[in-house]
């Protein structure tokens, strides 16, 4: 089955700076990798997602990368703000029997003001 | 509802009692999803339902934990003889099928003393 890898696992940066969450995933027949914010105390949301078919996708501040070769993809996020504080998972869905929807570990993203 | 629905919210229990947790998706939705979050952990994946296929049960972490889906809407995870690792919050998704946003509920904080 699918298998997800994150890193960083916590990631301190300063207000104004970029942040970068990389992904690595196991099943090559992955074919959508989304990812999602979870503030403190609420629900994970999505914030962006991208299909195979593609190799960047960008939105506003954030933007998401993939490399289908080495199976990684990346989280970008430029000119940080505080609100941007939160706990953000990667995850990736095969191919498989079922499709089901697989989470990274999640990176603890700090922007400090 | 406008939403996916939990309950309960919250559910403090003692040791080898048997929960039940509710889930109540986004009408139309045809796949639904458990997720258990760890204190400050990820998003492990516990069991999926698509539509009327057999459910992917393969993230239960024992045979103590079960779940249903009737009439393809609402959902019930049940935890039998419940153990203080159990204590977590349970989260559900559901989402249109395979490949689109997933929409989280509140999530149910249970907690096994």
């Known amino acids: 089955g699918e298998n997800v890898e994150q890193h960083p696992s916590t990631l301190s940066v300063q207000e104004g700076d970029s942040a970068v969450i990389k992904c690595t995933y196991s099943?090559?027949?992955?074919?959508?990798f989304p990812w999602y914010k979870q503030e403190l105390g609420k629900r994970p949301q999505l914030i962006i997602d991208?299909?195979?078919?593609?190799g960047e996708k960008k939105d506003q501040r954030i933007a998401v990368t993939l490399n289908k070769t080495a199976k990684h993809f990346s989280l970008h996020i430029t000119e940080t703000q505080p609100e941007d504080s939160a706990v953000y998972f990667c995850?990736?869905?095969?191919?498989?029997?079922?499709?089901?929807?697989?989470f990274g570990t999640g990176t603890l993203l700090a922007v400090q003001p | 509802g406008a939403g996916v629905s939990q309950s309960p919210s919250n559910k403090v229990t003692e040791k080898g009692k048997d929960v039940e947790l509710r889930c109540d998706p986004i009408?139309?939705?045809?796949?639904l999803y458990w997720y258990r979050q760890s204190l400050g952990q990820g998003l492990e994946f516990l069991i999926y339902?698509?539509?009327?296929?057999?459910?992917?049960k393969s993230g239960l972490p024992s045979d103590r934990f079960s779940a249903e889906r009737t009439g393809g809407s609402v959902s019930t995870l049940t935890i039998q003889r419940t153990q203080q690792e159990d204590s977590a919050v349970y989260l559900c998704?559901?989402?249109?099928?395979?490949?689109?946003?997933?929409?989280f509920g509140e999530g149910s904080r249970l907690t096994v003393l």
């Open positions: 998704a559901s989402t249109t099928g395979s490949g689109g946003e997933l929409f």
């Open positions: 099943d090559s027949a992955s074919n959508y």
């Open positions: 991208i299909r195979s078919n593609v």
């Open positions: 995850a990736a869905i095969g191919r498989g029997a079922t499709n089901k929807l697989i």
């Open positions: 009408s139309g939705h045809t796949a």
């Open positions: 339902f698509q539509g009327n296929s057999a459910p992917d």
